[in-house]
Structures are given as structure tokens and as C-alpha cells.
């Protein structure tokens, strides 16, 4: 069982800046693949970017690349989405999420663990 918590979300304005956080409990970390998902109210859970369990590759949706870095900390049991330039098309509940494999890394519903989600409302 792994527990995975999130933080770091807030109000930004547009071009800002947030880093967010999610540690997971637990002493296998390092053999999770780590993805970072968002979603918008009614709307389906959207793939951000993931990781694998070396740090190496990341993977990321169109719509951050550039703007997005995903990374991880094993022994801190941390993983990190490092979000620039921020827009308002960026706001959303932001998951972190964890699976065994890196097949179908954009694929929700593969991953076997959940955080709650942590805010990100980018607005003027």
C-alpha cells in the first residue's frame, strides 16, 4: 500500500509560477513509475507528465512541454512538478499518481495509486 500526498497548489496569475509536491509513505518509492494528472471540473482526468523510476525518461502532454518539468527525489520519496508560465487554461485539480510499469503511462486508469489533489487556480 502506497500513500501519496499532494501540495504546493494556489492562486497564481497567469505566467507565474507553482511547484508541486506529492511524498509518498511507503519504502518502495523507487519502484513506481510516477505520473502527474490534472482535471478540470466535469471534465475527464487529463495526463500531465510522468517519470520513470530512475528519474529517466519523463514524458509529457503537448500542452507543457517547455512550460512543465517533472522529477523525483527516491530518497526523499518525493516527486516534483515544476510549473512555469502559467495559463488560465492550466487550472485544475493536479494529481499525483503511482503504477508498477511504463506501459500506457498516459492511461489513468493504469496507475494503482491516488493522491486527494492539490489546487491550481492560475487567474488574474
Known amino acids: 500500500q502506497v500513500q501519496l500526498v499532494e501540495s504546493g497548489g494556489g492562486l497564481v496569475q497567469p505566467g507565474g509560477s507553482l511547484r508541486l509536491s506529492c511524498v509518498a509513505s511507503?519504502?518502495?518509492?523507487?519502484?513506481?513509475?510516477m505520473g502527474w494528472f490534472r482535471q478540470e471540473q466535469g471534465k475527464e482526468r487529463e495526463f500531465v507528465a510522468a517519470?520513470?523510476?530512475?528519474?529517466?525518461?519523463?514524458y509529457y502532454t503537448d500542452s507543457v512541454k517547455g512550460r512543465f518539468t517533472i522529477s523525483r527525489d527516491n530518497a526523499k520519496n518525493t516527486v516534483y512538478l515544476q510549473m512555469n508560465s502559467l495559463k488560465p487554461e492550466d487550472t485544475a485539480l493536479y494529481y499525483c499518481?503511482?503504477?508498477?510499469?511504463?506501459?500506457?503511462?498516459?492511461?489513468?486508469?493504469?496507475?494503482?495509486?491516488w493522491g486527494r489533489g492539490s489546487q491550481v487556480t492560475v487567474s488574474s
Open positions: 517519470i520513470s523510476w530512475t528519474g529517466t525518461p519523463t
Open positions: 499518481a503511482a503504477k508498477g510499469g511504463l506501459n500506457y503511462y498516459r492511461d489513468y486508469t493504469t496507475y494503482i495509486y
Open positions: 511507503g519504502r518502495t518509492f523507487s519502484s513506481y513509475v
